[in-house]
């Protein structure tokens, strides 16, 4: 007995649990008895139960030696169809195997993601990383055609910001519908459809010339990416469970590094005097081949009854987003204000206008890429906590800085900040049990995108009546409303 279990675990066990992705059947002779007699019959996971099986009202098909009943404890391996169940008889845990049901001792049993296929649970890391990566280019080229845009229509700057409401009306459309749609379709079909949409309609901006039809392009451009953001954020929250690490910060620096690589390559093309649409056509020909790369590593499943329909934030989710909000609002007054107060109110430093916002994202990039880490070391309570007071440090810094280093030290504190306050929200959203997942990312995207739009023209009010000063103050006091507020990412 002893002799025949060693030779099955030297075959069919590794030292990650039971070996992954082998059709076969170990024979009877190579089964620790008396277990194959019955763990030999292939159980296919669609077929009912077999004669001498009894369903029972809660699911559990029993033959008196086994008890096949769907995966509760996270050791299912969707791909599959693999099951688990539990022998009466020979006190082990037999995995249902492509089909077959092997034993696997319950002392070596591993965590669920020991368990996991690691191939797959790379692969779906991988693809939700080339998805951040890829809105992130889509962004930055759509952000290197506005002047473009702007040629072509012979539009002023008050005909521009409405055209740029198109954009934003758009987006906030399309989150809560990609919320629903998840929930019916999955992530992928969402996925690739935002992005597709966005993607396309880089195109005809860029050559495009009649005002109509670039509102029209624009206001597509916003649904496609507000869709594509939603399901990106769920599939994230999604992948991040099932590996058992967190790993939101890592894929929310994608999107920054796609960016910045978005946005360097028109630059680089313009030195050649490449035409505008050049650098979109093979932005879309980089889009196409990265995303077909990706594409399978996307989440597919659907929500039993097609998901939740449009859902308004309600209970921890409504704090949740407003948080998302602030720290949103946060982000977009150092991109749309920080030049404006360095040429302005501290002109007299010397600093040119983009300096400012230079420090800010590479802050904020690299507090990302260390921001699992950082996360899974302290905690997202603390991580919250923490980098909400140092933004608001850096936003006092930036107001009462008496030189020039300790003003780009206060952006780069408030990148730093910053970085890690929006993932930890998101994975907080995906441990709520207020609302559906979908519904409640769909619904905190859509208020902190809520927050990017009205940020900068708030932000220009208090300025307005008093200085950006104030204004860069009363942003570092909501960061603390934050800090107050970090319980909810435990």
């Known amino acids: 007995m002893a002799r025949q279990r060693e030779k099955f675990r030297a075959e069919w066990e590794t030292p990650e649990g039971l070996r992954a992705c082998s059709a076969r059947i170990p024979p009877p002779d190579r089964m620790p008895a008396p277990c194959h007699a019955r763990l030999q019959r292939r159980l296919s996971p669609a077929k009912r139960p077999e004669a001498g099986h009894e369903r029972r009202k809660d699911g559990v098909s029993s033959c008196g030696l086994l008890e096949i009943r769907p995966d509760t404890r996270g050791l299912s391996f969707s791909e599959h169809g693999f099951e688990a169940a539990s022998c009466h008889r020979c006190d082990s845990n037999p995995v249902r195997f ?4 092997l034993p696997l001792d319950a002392r070596n049993a591993r965590k669920r993601d020991s368990l996991m296929n690691r191939t797959t649970v790379q692969r779906l890391q991988n693809s939700t990383r080339a998805v951040f990566f890829l809105v992130g280019v889509v962004s930055a080229l759509w952000s290197c055609l506005v002047p473009v845009v702007k040629q072509h229509a012979a539009l002023n700057d008050g005909a521009l910001g409405l055209l740029l409401l198109c954009l934003g009306i758009g987006s906030i459309i399309g989150m809560p519908l990609a919320g629903q749609w998840v929930g019916r379709w999955g992530c992928r079909i969402v996925a690739t459809g935002g992005l597709a949409l966005a993607g396309t309609l880089l195109m005809p901006l860029a050559l495009l010339h009649d005002v109509p039809l670039l509102a029209a392009s624009v206001f597509g451009l916003g649904m496609g990416l507000g869709a594509v953001e939603t399901a990106m954020n769920i599939q994230a929250i999604d992948v991040e469970k099932q590996s058992g690490r967190p790993m939101l910060s890592g894929f929310h620096a994608f999107f920054s590094i796609g960016g910045a690589i978005g946005a360097a390559g028109p630059q680089v093309l313009a030195l050649v005097q490449a035409q505008p649409w050049v650098s979109v056509l093979i932005g879309e020909l980089g889009i196409i081949g990265l995303f077909g790369a990706a594409w399978r590593g996307l989440l597919n499943h659907a929500e039993p009854g097609g998901g939740a329909g449009f859902g308004l934030p309600r209970g921890i989710v409504w704090l949740l987003g407003l948080l998302t909000c602030i720290a949103f609002l946060a982000e977009g007054a150092v991109l749309d204000w920080g030049g404006v107060y360095l040429s302005g109110e501290r002109v007299g430093f010397g600093i040119a206008p983009g300096w400012g916002y230079a420090v800010f ?8 890429l ?11 309570a603390l991580i919250m906590a923490g980098g909400s ?29 910053c970085a890690n306050i929006v993932p930890v929200l998101y994975a907080a959203t995906g441990r709520q049990s207020v609302m559906k997942v979908n519904a409640a990312v769909a619904a905190i995207t859509t208020m902190g995108y809520a927050g990017i739009l009205a940020g900068p023209a708030l932000v220009g009010a208090v300025a307005h009546v008093s200085s950006l000063s104030v204004a860069f103050l009363l942003l570092a006091a909501l960061l603390v409303f934050i800090a107050l507020n970090a319980r909810l990412a435990r």
């Open 389 to 417: 007071l140092c933004a608001a440090l850096g936003f006092a810094l930036v107001v009462y800085g008496p030189n020039a280093p300790l003003l780009l030290g206060g952006f780069v504190l408030i990148g730093l900040g």
């Open 361 to 368: 994202a590479t802050a904020m990039t690299f507090g990302r």
């Open 370 to 380: 260390t921001g699992d880490h950082v996360v899974a070391k302290a905690g997202p």
């Open 98 to 101: 492509c089909g077959a049901l």
